[in-house]
């Protein structure tokens, strides 16, 4: 079954909005993004559907384009938050349902949020939350924060586990965890939703779902080496 091939407009050709691009191109979507400057654009051009010069505050200019058609917005203007406020009313205005917003500080996270955009994405913090998690926690190898003190992190398993299947560990019911995927270093594939039955290995890697401290209190066992 083909995906569904759909269509995303990037406001923005810095770091941030260039990458995007890149990967929602890479995952086989249609992408159109612009810029003020034609540098950026030009530099665009050779990994998008679509690289305009153009304002992503004109709403004339951006159906032109056919953003009026688009699934998402992506608005990456961050350093310039009165830019931002303008596009997404450009895009509301045309019909655009899911809008996100790069933004570069709290308080400029605070001000896109009141106009009910889908999310203030604000890079450097999450980069920074992720990395303060993974050289503080040495047994977690990556940490993605989903909100309400909850997480899936990606860590080694636990002295305690290993050799014992996920059926026996009862995670769920007793620690209130969900290992939802197991990547085996040895052979190189990830499984995702394992097969309940399978021993653990110390060669395995499990990704955990769920709250930050019942993590931190299994990785404080297996440091302990309880």
């Given at each position: 079954m083909s995906r569904q091939r759909n269509r995303y407009v990037i406001v923005g050709l810095g770091g941030f909005g260039a990458w995007t691009a890149i990967a929602l191109h890479d995952e086989g979507h249609e992408v159109i993004a612009m810029d003020r400057k034609g540098a950026l654009v030009d530099r665009a051009a050779t990994y998008v559907d679509v690289a305009v010069v153009g304002d992503g505050t004109d709403r004339e200019f951006l159906r032109e384009i056919g953003a009026d058609s688009a699934d998402a917005a992506i608005i990456c203007t961050g350093d310039d938050l009165a830019s931002s406020i303008l596009s997404i009313v450009a895009f509301k205005d045309l019909g655009v349902a899911d809008i996100y917003v790069k933004v570069n500080s709290l308080e400029a996270a605070?001000?896109?949020?009141?106009?009910?955009?889908?999310?203030?994405?604000?890079?450097?913090?999450?980069?920074?939350?992720?990395?303060?998690?993974?050289?503080?926690?040495?047994?977690?190898?990556?940490?993605?924060?989903?909100?309400?003190?909850?997480?899936?992190?990606?860590?080694?398993?636990?002295?305690?586990?290993?050799?014992?299947?996920?059926?026996?560990?009862?995670?769920?019911?007793?620690?209130?965890?969900?290992?939802?995927?197991?990547?085996?270093?040895?052979?190189?594939?990830?499984?995702?939703?394992?097969?309940?039955?399978?021993?653990?290995?110390?060669?395995?890697?499990?990704?955990?779902?769920?709250?930050?401290?019942?993590?931190?209190?299994?990785?404080?066992?297996?440091?302990?080496?309880?």
């Open positions: 605070r001000a896109v949020q009141a106009f009910r955009v889908n999310e203030s994405i604000f890079p450097e913090r999450e980069a920074a939350n992720r990395l303060a998690h993974r050289i503080t926690r040495k047994a977690v190898l990556d940490y993605v924060p989903v909100g309400g003190g909850c997480s899936i992190q990606e860590i080694a398993v636990p002295d305690a586990w290993l050799g014992k299947s996920l059926s026996e560990l009862s995670l769920p019911s007793k620690h209130g965890i969900t290992v939802v995927a197991l990547r085996d270093l040895l052979e190189g594939t990830v499984t995702v939703v394992p097969d309940p039955h399978r021993l653990l290995t110390d060669s395995d890697v499990i990704v955990v779902a769920g709250r930050d401290e019942t993590v931190s209190g299994l990785l404080s066992q297996r440091a302990a080496g309880r």
